[in-house]
């Protein structure tokens, strides 16, 4: 079974920068597509990022400009750096991995635990 595991979050001030890591480990799988969503207090999750195995990258409207989204496919881990931080990126950052599992043959999607991202003075 493949597990995720994130790091990087914590508390910053508005205007700052901070850089979630999230890393694939397991055996018999390959990664497709990776990515990172957020879910703030009371509200749904939402999509913030997502990179293909390519490098295709795809990012919502208001993350646009501030965040990147990069993966290392050696590593099996996907990167995001997020700078210009608002109030409003507060969040709990969740990353997504889409798994193919070489000894089922079967294709699955994986989450994260979860990092809390706090944006505030």
């Known amino acids: 079974q493949v597990q995720l595991v994130e790091s990087g979050g914590g508390l910053v001030q508005p205007g700052g920068s901070l850089r979630l890591s999230c890393a694939a480990s397991?055996?018999?799988?390959?990664?497709?597509?990776m990515g990172w969503y957020r879910q703030a207090p009371g509200k749904e999750r939402e999509l913030v990022a997502t990179i293909t195995t390519g490098g295709t990258t795809n990012y919502a409207d208001s993350v646009k400009g501030r965040f990147t989204i990069s993966r290392d496919n050696a590593k099996n881990t996907v990167y995001l750096q997020m700078s210009s931080l608002k109030h409003e990126d507060t969040a709990i950052y969740y990353c997504n991995a889409d798994i193919w599992d070489t000894w089922l043959g079967a294709e699955y999607d994986k989450w994260g635990q979860g990092t809390q991202v706090t944006v505030s003075p």
């Open positions: 397991g055996s018999r799988f390959s990664i497709n597509a």
